[in-house]
């Protein structure tokens, strides 16, 4: 079955420690994406990618970084910079052209030890 | 970016009954717009897109686009306890982007 998978689904960072979120898909699609969602809160893009080796920062970059070497993946870090990083992780990926839809993987739920 | 509003508190609704959602929006250009479901720790599901050549029903849910008041709504006929979700309007913007709206929220009382 075609989708995206995020790893892990939970994940706990220490002080000081950066973490690698991960994001595969295996729809083919060009473009992905990097949201944020704090609860009782909608999305925030974090950064985007129409190609690979291309990235684009989103809304609330700061504190985060990605690479896109290979279009089925498009991992996320979030630096010991992001002072506030509690909050569930959504990837997601689209075809590329305007009005396409995005579709979401299943979310990492990043906590704060 | 463009502006997408989904400003209505939570929604209760009688099983059976019917639900309904508005979503505005500030670009008169936009020419497609989404519905995500989200249930309560999940991610977004797609579950309903309409581009701008009319309205759109797909079993249960009917989704109606007002160019005028520049406004997407959607109905959910015969409420199920299993529509108790957040339901989240999108537009397109930009290059492959898209605005979320803060999301309704639904609950389907049995």
């Known amino acids: 079955d075609g989708g995206i998978t995020q790893s892990p689904k939970y994940l706990f960072r220490k002080e000081g420690q950066n973490v690698t979120l991960s994001c595969e898909q295996n729809l083919n699609h060009d473009a992905m994406y990097w949201y944020r969602q704090d609860p009782g809160q909608g999305l925030r893009l974090i950064y985007y990618s129409q190609i690979v080796n291309d990235f684009q920062k989103g809304d609330i970059a700061e504190g985060y970084s990605v690479s896109r070497e290979k279009k089925e993946s498009f991992p996320l870090t979030v630096t010991s910079a992001q002072k506030n990083p509690t909050a569930f992780y959504l990837c997601a990926s689209s075809r590329q052209g305007l009005g396409q839809p995005q579709h979401f993987g299943d979310g990492t739920r990043l906590s704060i030890l | 970016q463009k502006e997408v509003e989904q400003n209505s508190g939570p929604l209760s609704v009688p099983e059976g009954a019917i639900a309904s959602l508005n979503c505005t929006y500030s670009?008169?250009?936009?020419?497609?717009f989404f519905w995500y479901r989200q249930y309560s720790g999940k991610s977004p599901e797609l579950i309903m897109f309409?581009?701008?050549?009319g309205d759109k029903e797909d079993g249960r849910f009917t989704a109606q686009l007002n160019k005028a008041s520049q406004y997407v709504s959607l109905l959910i006929r015969d409420s199920q306890p299993s529509d108790s979700a957040t339901y989240l309007c999108a537009v397109p913007y930009g290059n492959n982007r898209l605005a979320f709206g803060k999301g309704n929220q639904v609950v389907v009382i049995p």
């Open positions: 309409i581009y701008s050549n």
């Open positions: 670009d008169r250009g936009s020419q497609s």
